[in-house]
């Protein structure tokens, strides 16, 4: 799907986060391939790939630097407009500018002087300086808030426009508006469609609704 939204759900354990580190190439299949643009992922170079590829994850790493390096660090060779525009696209840029030293704020260890959804905009802040094809959310909101879940959700729809995005999520809230949903079940596909079509179903996935509407 160019362009589009894919969801990826189904219970722990269940083979969502293996496909993910296939796609990236942390191990190769032994049978099978995995295709973008009708070209095997295995006969190109892991770097060109992860080129490509830009990861939203659901633990956000951030350097004990300025808000400016964790952000560069997506793309060294990135200027001052480049890196403004993508938080700008990430809904942080205000936030920035309302600290009192701007981009150049010391974010503290692992991050700590910033909530988990200041976090989560600035790994999409970097995403999106990346440019890939391929914006992939590994389970990126699921220890949020709702409130901040759902302005992070309005985000990803903006940014994902202009890529095709893969959207690994435990909360089915998160995917209701994807192209295409996965349900995945023992490492195996064994749904596929929209919300509704997958509701009307009654199967795998109208179960796992059910229990998260109920919880």
């Known amino acids: 799907i160019n362009?589009?939204?894919?969801?990826?759900?189904?219970?722990?354990?269940?083979?969502?986060?293996?496909?993910?580190?296939?796609?990236?190439?942390?191990?190769?299949?032994?049978q099978g391939s995995i295709q973008i643009d009708q070209q095997d992922i295995s006969q190109i170079t892991q770097d060109s790939l992860r080129q490509s590829i830009g990861v939203v994850p659901q633990d956000t790493v951030l350097f004990n630097n300025s808000i400016y390096y964790n952000l560069l660090y997506a793309k060294t060779d990135a200027t001052e407009q480049d890196i403004k525009n993508a938080a700008k696209m990430?809904?942080?840029?205000?936030?920035?500018?309302?600290?009192?030293?701007?981009?150049?704020?010391?974010?503290?260890?692992?991050?700590?002087?910033?909530?988990g959804g200041e976090k989560q905009r600035m790994a999409i802040a970097r995403a999106i300086l990346k440019k890939p094809k391929i914006l992939l959310f590994d389970e990126a909101t699921s220890s949020l808030d709702s409130k901040t879940e759902q302005a992070i959700q309005q985000t990803l729809k903006e940014v994902a426009?202009?890529?095709?995005?893969?959207?690994?999520?435990?909360?089915?809230?998160?995917?209701?508006?994807?192209?295409?949903?996965?349900?995945?079940?023992?490492?195996?596909?064994?749904?596929?469609?929209?919300?509704?079509?997958?509701?009307?179903?009654?199967?795998?996935?109208?179960?796992?609704?059910?229990?998260?509407?109920?919880?």
Not at 17 to 27: A, D, E, M, P, Q
Not at 99 to 110: Q, S
Request: glycine share 12%; net charge neutral; proline share 2%.
């Open 161 to 215: 426009v202009n890529h095709t995005t893969i959207v690994v999520a435990h909360r089915l809230s998160t995917i209701t508006d994807a192209d295409q949903i996965l349900v995945m079940s023992q490492g195996s596909i064994v749904e596929q469609g929209t919300h509704h079509e997958l509701l009307s179903l009654n199967g795998s996935y109208a179960n796992l609704w059910q229990i998260q509407q109920e919880s």
């Open 3 to 30: 362009g589009g939204i894919i969801g990826l759900v189904g219970p722990s354990g269940a083979g969502k986060s293996t496909i993910v580190r296939l796609l990236y190439r942390f191990y190769d299949l032994n």
């Open 90 to 115: 990430a809904h942080i840029h205000q936030f920035i500018l309302s600290l009192p030293k701007g981009y150049d704020t010391i974010v503290g260890e692992r991050g700590l002087k910033l909530s």
